[in-house]
């Protein structure tokens, strides 16, 4: 059941590639642990294989041995089938069976398991905020992408010139500051500006990262039941990032009045 997926990164070995998180379910489609899919070259697999946020998908797997991560593991792109998608009736009820049961308490807790991913439902969320950063791939990043390939003609990959962040208090009582590395926030952004009908480069950028600021910190801390699906760098195991929102709506529970 893929939980998440995150913005596109350059790689000289594979181009483009995806970090995929979502959790392994056995034959009855209960939920057995949190895996990590990496590399996939998300962009290049065929149209009907582009797996949807919160969709069950079949694909051959199998465990990632350059990785010491016990999440994770490699696919066969060929074969990812798309089963279906779970939708969010009854406040996301669905959703919740499949990633709630795998909750960690916090990072401390992930790590004192030995684990590299998993969701986590913070204490309290301190702020938004946001960080400008490179405007252009590096020249190695941009040699990657400007390399021909006649079999597999591709769409250059946008650098995003912002880094979206999240500073919360876990249940430990620990304060952290995580980027967010979720697609769906990238794409917020680039939808956002894509379609602004100001005038320039900067009037639109701007009317867009208030618009994502509005998403993440206004409707998400207010109004929704906001969880961080997080995950480890591989070559910094202590360093984490959020990888992906869970943000079922806040359910408000009235007191029945006795007759």
Known sequence: MIATKTYPSISRKYKETVCTAGVL???SEQPIQWVRIY???FRA???EQRYPR?????AEIEKNEKDYRSESFRSNDESVNIIRNIDTSDNWAKRKSFILPLEFRSIQDIQTQGKSLGIIKPQSIDKYFYKETEREWSLKQ????DQLDLFEPSLPLEKIPYQFLYKFTDRDGVSHRYSISDWEISQLYRNCRDNSRKYNQQEQ???????VRQKLEDDFLNKKDLYFIVGNLKNHKNTFMIIGLFYPPLVEF???ALF
Not at 205 to 211: D, G, I, L, R, S
């Open 142 to 145: 941009q040699a990657v992408q």
């Open 254 to 256: 009235e007191q029945m």
């Open 54 to 58: 919160w969709s069950i998908i079949s």
């Open 25 to 27: 379910l056995n034959d």
């Open 45 to 47: 697999l065929e149209f």
């Open 39 to 41: 590399p996939i070259r």
């Open 205 to 211: 950028e701007a009317e867009a990262m208030e618009k």
